[in-house]
């Protein structure tokens, strides 16, 4: 069974920077895109980031745009969430999610890890 | 953006009874739709994908229908383990968008 197991999160203070990991297993992150989703505290879903499948093109919100980079370590089986000048807004669960591959459409977030908490405040 | 309009926000319902969540989306999104319950706490786990084609392991009793800009979830029999937050989500076009959310609770 596909598994994803974020880790990172942390207390943070305003305009103060974090990376959030999602390791992988059962599932190739070299040909599968992959993204982050948030939820705030009593709120909905929010997606953040994605990265195509090949790694070449990366996608943000308007929320994060300029202050967060999502990359990949093959080798690692991990997916990275760079977060810099951090706001309190930005105090939420992040999650990983699966994303398509070349061949499969089907497999955007299909599987989530369990979420891994960044509280921004002072 | 794709705006994704979800209702009702809440409904309460008793067990054994059918349930019926829909979303809008604000231009058409072929069948790139998904639907997805949450549990308190807990990572969203995807029920239907392509708008009616149920996931693995998923129970029978949920079913989705819907193309283009209109999208049905459907839950019959509701059981005790339904009652959460259920989610649609377009996957279309960037960026992709959530619906607000249902919460369906215990009459």
């Known amino acids: 069974q596909v598994q994803l197991v974020e880790s990172g999160g942390n207390v943070v203070p305003p305009g103060g920077s974090l990376r959030l990991s999602c390791v992988v297993s059962?599932?190739?992150?070299?040909?599968?895109?992959m993204h982050w989703v948030r939820q705030a505290p009593g709120k909905g879903l929010e997606w953040v980031a994605s990265?195509?499948?090949?790694?070449?093109?990366?996608n943000y919100s308007d929320s994060v745009k300029g202050r967060f980079t999502v990359s990949r370590d093959t080798s690692k089986d991990t997916l990275y969430l760079e977060m810099n000048s951090l706001r309190p807004e930005d105090t939420a669960l992040y999650f990983c999610?699966?994303?398509?591959?070349?061949?499969?459409?089907?497999?955007?977030?299909?599987?989530w890890g369990q979420g891994t908490l960044l509280i921004v405040s002072s | 953006d794709i705006q994704m309009t979800q209702s009702p926000s809440s409904l309460s319902a008793s067990v054994g009874d059918r349930v019926t969540i829909t979303c809008r989306a604000s231009?058409?999104?072929?069948?790139?739709l998904g639907w997805f319950q949450q549990m308190p706490g807990k990572a969203p786990k995807r029920l239907i994908y392509g708008a009616s084609s149920l996931e693995s392991g998923a129970p029978s009793r949920f079913s989705g229908s819907g193309s283009g800009t209109e999208f049905t979830l459907t839950i019959n029999n509701l059981q005790p383990e339904d009652f959460a937050t259920y989610y649609c989500l377009q996957h279309h076009r960037y960026p992709p968008t959530f619906g607000q959310g249902t919460k369906v609770e215990i009459k």
């Open positions: 059962r599932f190739t992150l070299g040909i599968h895109g």
């Open positions: 231009q058409g999104i072929t069948n790139s």
């Open positions: 990265l195509r499948y090949d790694g070449t093109t990366e």
């Open positions: 999610a699966t994303g398509a591959s070349r061949s499969d459409f089907w497999t955007s977030f299909s599987h």
